[in-house]
């Protein structure tokens, strides 16, 4: 028997000629999908039906500055000032402790930072106190803040201060 009269013959051509009658129908059939989110629309820049009001959203902490200047303390939220503290005079000696004794009623400051705080709670309060502050003034706006329900509460370092050598 001849080996070489029994082989089968493979005609790619009409394979060839299904594959690509196949490709031309599904090109011709397929959908492409209409991008979402696309509108085309020509809309007034600067006119609306509603006039609305902008609301502001603040993202800078409340700060209240705390500043010597002459004899007083000068106590701001922002850029507002709110208060003037009498600074206390030193004590004379021993059993004078009047001196150190001045009240402290910050419920202005309290009120206004509440009033910033209700309206965004996830701010946070920065205290800035000159070095030069008193401690008591230090504290007592320290508490005015604790008492409006703020928690989140920084001291600011005070900048460092140039020296002759420019460092």
Known sequence: MDDDSNEIKLDLAPMIDVTFLLLIFFMCSIKFKQLEGKLDSYLPKDVGLQQTQV???????????????????LLYVGSEKLYTLKIPR????????QALKVPLNLTQL???????????PELKCIIDPDERV?????????????????SNIN?????????????
């Open 155 to 167: 001291f600011s370092i005070p900048p460092k201060k140039k020296t002759a050598a420019g460092n």
């Open 55 to 73: 609301l502001e959203i603040q993202d800078e902490p409340i700060r209240v500055t705390l500043r010597v200047k002459g004899k007083e303390t």
């Open 110 to 120: 309290q009120t206004k930072v509440g009033a910033i705080f209700r309206k965004a």
């Open 90 to 97: 030193a004590p004379n000696g021993p059993g004078d402790e």
């Open 134 to 150: 008193p401690n008591m003034h230090v504290i007592a706006a320290l508490d005015a803040c604790l008492a409006a329900g703020i």
